[in-house]
C-alpha cells in the first residue's frame, strides 16, 4: 500500500513526537479518532520564522516585571525562577506587544527588522 | 500574586500553537490555566482557539483536551464532569480535577447557547469561558450576536447600504447570572489582575461558574498587533466592556474607569470602525454612545454604585 505524502509526513511528525509509534509504522498504526497521545507537542513546532521584526532586550534596563512574559502570545520570553532570562525565537512571531508592555519608562525591548540581523546568522550557519 | 511568582509555575499551554501574531487569546488562556491549582481537563468548542492549537499531530495543550463541534462543548464537559463523579463514588478517582470550557464568542453566544444552558442548570461543577472576540473569526469575520453594532464584518459589510452591523450585541453575561448560578463574571485579558482573581474565584465555586473574556482580534479588528492589550484596555476604559461580577446573584463592579474614554476614542484604533468616522455616520457615532451610557447607567444601578 503506497502512503499519500500527506500521511508519511504527519506519521514522520507522529514518530517525532511519541517514541512508541514504529518507524516503518503505517497509516494503521495512527491512534484512533486523531487523538494526540502527548501533551504539548506544539513546542516541537517553530513559528519564529513567521517573523520580519525581533525583540531586542536589554538586560541592563529590564526591571523584571514580566509583562513581557505574560501578554506574549507566543510563550516565548524564558523565566526561570522568577528572572527573565530573554525571548525564544523559536517560537516569537515579531507581533510586538511584549515591546508595548514593557513599562514605557523602563523600555528594555526594541523591535528590529529582521533584515538587521541576517549577517549574524550567515555567520552562525557557516 | 506578584508576576514572578506567577511565571515560576509550570504552563499548560505552550508556543508553537498557529493563531495570528498579536492574537489575543492565548494570553486569556495563560492567565486563566495559571490560575489553576488542580490538574485540569479542557474542552474546547470549535473555533479559532481549537484550530490553531491542535493541528494535528500537534497541540499546544500540556493538559487533558478534548475538541468538540461548534455547539457542544458545555454538554461534552457536563458528561466528563458526571463520569468524574461517578468514578469518585466508586473510589476509582480520588483527586480534585478542575473541568473547563473554552467556547469563542460564536461557539457560546449564538451556536453553543442552548448546551451552555443546560450545563449551568444541571448544576454541573464546570468553568466555562467565553473568549469573546466579537465575530466569527475563524471563518473569516463574520458576524455574530456579540459584534458591536456599527462593525464592518463579511456578512455585515459596511458600504453605502449598511453603515456596519446594525443591531447592539446581546448582554449574554447578564444571562448567565439570570440562570443564577454560584459565579459569574466579565473580564478583559488587558487587565491581568482582574482576570485572574475572577479565574480562581470560578475554579472554587460551588458548582458552575461562567467567564466572559473580552480577547481581542487583531485581524477581524483590523488593529496593529502590537496593540493587542491597548485595544482591549480601551474598550474597559469606554465602558462598552465593563468589568463586574455576579456573586450568588450579588452584582458587583470590579473596575470604574476615573474619567471614561468617549467610544469614539476606542473605535478609532479599529479599522472595523473605519466607516463610522465618514461625516454621514457622525450621528450613528453619537446613538452608539448613548447607548453605552445607558448600559453604564444600567450596570451602575445594579451594582449599587452612585453615578457622577
Ligand atoms: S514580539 Fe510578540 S511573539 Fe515575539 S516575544 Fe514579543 S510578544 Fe512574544
Ligand atoms: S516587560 Fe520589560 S521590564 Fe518587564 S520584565 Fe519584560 S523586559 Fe523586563
Redesign the interface.
Same mark, same amino acid.
Given at each position: 500500500m503506497t502512503l499519500s505524502s500527506q500521511t508519511k509526513n504527519?506519521l514522520k511528525?507522529?514518530q517525532d513526537?511519541?517514541p512508541d509509534i514504529k518507524p516503518n509504522a503505517g497509516w494503521r498504526d495512527l491512534p484512533i479518532g486523531?487523538v494526540?497521545p502527548q501533551?504539548?507537542? &506544539?513546542?516541537?513546532? @517553530?513559528?519564529g520564522d513567521? %517573523?520580519t521584526i525581533r525583540p531586542v532586550w536589554s538586560k541592563e534596563k529590564c526591571i523584571?516585571?514580566? %509583562?513581557c512574559?505574560?501578554?506574549?502570545? +507566543?510563550? @516565548?520570553w524564558i523565566?526561570e +525562577?522568577?528572572?527573565i532570562q530573554g525571548v +525564544?525565537l523559536?517560537?516569537c512571531?515579531?507581533?510586538?506587544?511584549c &515591546?508595548?508592555?514593557c513599562p514605557t519608562k523602563v523600555h528594555a525591548i526594541e523591535?528590529h527588522p529582521e533584515d538587521d540581523f541576517k549577517d549574524d546568522e550567515a555567520v552562525k550557519e557557516g | 500574586m506578584a508576576?514572578?511568582?506567577?511565571? !515560576?509555575k509550570p504552563?499548560r499551554?505552550?508556543?508553537?500553537?498557529?493563531?495570528?501574531?498579536?492574537?489575543?487569546?492565548?494570553?486569556t488562556i !495563560?492567565?486563566i490555566l495559571q490560575a489553576a491549582e488542580n490538574p485540569v481537563v479542557v474542552g474546547c468548542a470549535t473555533g479559532c482557539m481549537e484550530v490553531t492549537?491542535?493541528?494535528?499531530?500537534?497541540?499546544?495543550?500540556?493538559?487533558?483536551?478534548i475538541h468538540t463541534a461548534f455547539e457542544n462543548v458545555a454538554a461534552t464537559m457536563s458528561g466528563v464532569e458526571a463520569a468524574y463523579r461517578s468514578l469518585r463514588r466508586q473510589g476509582k478517582i480520588n483527586q480534585d480535577i478542575t473541568f473547563i470550557a473554552f467556547g469563542g464568542d460564536g461557539g457560546t453566544y449564538d451556536i453553543g447557547l442552548q448546551s451552555l444552558s443546560g450545563a449551568m442548570e444541571r448544576g454541573h461543577k464546570l468553568v466555562y469561558v467565553c473568549y469573546n472576540n466579537q465575530g466569527y473569526m475563524n471563518t473569516g469575520i463574520q458576524r455574530s450576536s456579540a459584534t458591536p453594532r456599527g462593525a464592518n464584518t463579511t456578512t455585515t459589510p459596511a458600504g453605502t447600504q449598511l453603515p456596519g452591523k446594525p443591531q447592539y450585541p446581546k448582554n449574554l453575561t447578564a444571562i448567565m447570572a439570570a440562570h443564577d448560578i454560584p459565579y459569574v463574571a466579565q473580564a478583559s485579558m488587558s487587565h491581568?489582575n482582574d482576570l485572574y482573581r475572577k479565574a480562581k474565584k470560578a475554579f472554587a465555586a460551588e458548582g458552575p461558574a461562567f467567564l466572559n473574556v473580552l480577547s481581542t482580534c487583531r485581524l477581524g479588528w483590523a488593529t496593529?498587533?502590537? /496593540?493587542?492589550? /491597548?485595544v482591549a484596555e480601551g474598550a474597559v476604559q469606554c465602558n462598552v466592556w465593563p468589568l463586574f461580577e455576579v456573586e450568588k446573584g450579588n452584582w458587583k463592579l470590579s473596575f470604574k474607569p476615573k474619567k471614561p474614554l468617549p467610544v469614539a476614542d476606542w473605535m478609532k484604533q479599529q479599522g472595523r470602525f473605519k466607516h463610522l468616522f465618514r461625516s454621514d455616520n457622525s450621528q450613528l457615532l453619537e446613538t452608539i454612545q448613548q447607548q453605552v451610557d445607558e448600559d453604564w447607567q444600567r450596570l451602575l444601578e445594579l451594582c449599587g454604585v452612585n453615578g457622577e
Amino acid at each position: 500500500m503506497t502512503l499519500s505524502s500527506q500521511t508519511k509526513n504527519l506519521l514522520k511528525v507522529h514518530q517525532d513526537v511519541d517514541p512508541d509509534i514504529k518507524p516503518n509504522a503505517g497509516w494503521r498504526d495512527l491512534p484512533i479518532g486523531g487523538v494526540i497521545p502527548q501533551g504539548g507537542t &506544539a513546542s516541537q513546532f @517553530a513559528t519564529g520564522d513567521w %517573523r520580519t521584526i525581533r525583540p531586542v532586550w536589554s538586560k541592563e534596563k529590564c526591571i523584571n516585571c514580566h %509583562r513581557c512574559w505574560l501578554y506574549c502570545p +507566543d510563550m @516565548a520570553w524564558i523565566s526561570e +525562577d522568577g528572572k527573565i532570562q530573554g525571548v +525564544d525565537l523559536t517560537y516569537c512571531k515579531g507581533c510586538g506587544i511584549c &515591546a508595548n508592555v514593557c513599562p514605557t519608562k523602563v523600555h528594555a525591548i526594541e523591535m528590529h527588522p529582521e533584515d538587521d540581523f541576517k549577517d549574524d546568522e550567515a555567520v552562525k550557519e557557516g | 500574586m506578584a508576576l514572578p511568582d506567577l511565571a !515560576k509555575k509550570p504552563q499548560r499551554f505552550t508556543g508553537g500553537h498557529r493563531a495570528c501574531a498579536g492574537c489575543g487569546f492565548p494570553i486569556t488562556i !495563560k492567565i486563566i490555566l495559571q490560575a489553576a491549582e488542580n490538574p485540569v481537563v479542557v474542552g474546547c468548542a470549535t473555533g479559532c482557539m481549537e484550530v490553531t492549537s491542535t493541528i494535528y499531530p500537534y497541540t499546544a495543550w500540556r493538559c487533558s483536551f478534548i475538541h468538540t463541534a461548534f455547539e457542544n462543548v458545555a454538554a461534552t464537559m457536563s458528561g466528563v464532569e458526571a463520569a468524574y463523579r461517578s468514578l469518585r463514588r466508586q473510589g476509582k478517582i480520588n483527586q480534585d480535577i478542575t473541568f473547563i470550557a473554552f467556547g469563542g464568542d460564536g461557539g457560546t453566544y449564538d451556536i453553543g447557547l442552548q448546551s451552555l444552558s443546560g450545563a449551568m442548570e444541571r448544576g454541573h461543577k464546570l468553568v466555562y469561558v467565553c473568549y469573546n472576540n466579537q465575530g466569527y473569526m475563524n471563518t473569516g469575520i463574520q458576524r455574530s450576536s456579540a459584534t458591536p453594532r456599527g462593525a464592518n464584518t463579511t456578512t455585515t459589510p459596511a458600504g453605502t447600504q449598511l453603515p456596519g452591523k446594525p443591531q447592539y450585541p446581546k448582554n449574554l453575561t447578564a444571562i448567565m447570572a439570570a440562570h443564577d448560578i454560584p459565579y459569574v463574571a466579565q473580564a478583559s485579558m488587558s487587565h491581568w489582575n482582574d482576570l485572574y482573581r475572577k479565574a480562581k474565584k470560578a475554579f472554587a465555586a460551588e458548582g458552575p461558574a461562567f467567564l466572559n473574556v473580552l480577547s481581542t482580534c487583531r485581524l477581524g479588528w483590523a488593529t496593529a498587533p502590537e /496593540d493587542t492589550v /491597548d485595544v482591549a484596555e480601551g474598550a474597559v476604559q469606554c465602558n462598552v466592556w465593563p468589568l463586574f461580577e455576579v456573586e450568588k446573584g450579588n452584582w458587583k463592579l470590579s473596575f470604574k474607569p476615573k474619567k471614561p474614554l468617549p467610544v469614539a476614542d476606542w473605535m478609532k484604533q479599529q479599522g472595523r470602525f473605519k466607516h463610522l468616522f465618514r461625516s454621514d455616520n457622525s450621528q450613528l457615532l453619537e446613538t452608539i454612545q448613548q447607548q453605552v451610557d445607558e448600559d453604564w447607567q444600567r450596570l451602575l444601578e445594579l451594582c449599587g454604585v452612585n453615578g457622577e
